[in-house]
Structures are given as structure tokens and as C-alpha cells.
Nanobody, 124 residues
């Protein structure tokens, strides 16, 4: 069956770094655009970043541009999110998601598959 499994989350002090991974199985990873989305409890989902099938196109939310970097290793069916200069406002549950069409990265409701999410906490 389809699985997206996030790892690499945890607690870090402000200014620190974390790298999230998302390992995919049960579908043809190379055919899907991939996304990172986050959610603070009680708030709506927030799109963070998107990468196309080859990895040659990436886009970021303004709030993370220059600090977060998305990448993928198609040979390993794995998506990454390198998060640098983390701030308390980055605290959230982070989800990876897969999207076959890639036509509108902002249309979260059109994503095909979602991971279970992983907690990232930034606190001193």
C-alpha cells in the first residue's frame, strides 16, 4: 500500500537546524511532485515547499525562503527538507505529501497522498 513516512523531527534551539526525510513506497515516486506542509495545532495547514518530479524546480513559502531547502533522491524514493536558522514560529507538525498532477502546488486538497506527520519544536 501507499506509504509516506517522515523522520528526522525533534526539538532544537532557535538558530539550529534539522533535516526531515520522507520515504515513499507503494507508488511510483518519480512520477509525483512532492510537497512539505506544516500545521500548528488549532491552525490551518500551511504549505511550505514543493519540488517537481526531477528535482530541478523548487518553490518555497515566503516564511521559509532562504532558510529551508527541499530536495529529493529518486533512487532512494526519498524527499528531504533541510531546515536552517529555525525559529519558534517554525514549531509545527510537518507533513510530506505527493501530488501526481503538479498543476497547483497551493491546492492542498488535491494532493494524492499524505504522510502521518512529524513534530518539530523550536524552543530555548
Amino acid at each position: 500500500q501507499v506509504q509516506l513516512v517522515e523522520s528526522g523531527g525533534g526539538s532544537v534551539q532557535p538558530g539550529g537546524s534539522l533535516r526531515l526525510s520522507c520515504t515513499a513506497s507503494g507508488f511510483t515516486f518519480t512520477n509525483y511532485w512532492m510537497h512539505w506542509v506544516r500545521q500548528v495545532p488549532g491552525k490551518r495547514l500551511e504549505w511550505v515547499s514543493t519540488i517537481n518530479t526531477s528535482g530541478g524546480y523548487t518553490i518555497y513559502a515566503d516564511s521559509v525562503t532562504g532558510r529551508f531547502f527541499i530536495s529529493r533522491d529518486n533512487a532512494k524514493n526519498t524527499l528531504y527538507l533541510q531546515m536552517n536558522s529555525l525559529q519558534p514560529e517554525d514549531t509545527a507538525v510537518y507533513y510530506c505529501a505527493a501530488d501526481y498532477s503538479g498543476s497547483n502546488y497551493a491546492a492542498l486538497n488535491e494532493y494524492d497522498y499524505w504522510g502521518q506527520g512529524i513534530q518539530v519544536t523550536v524552543s530555548s
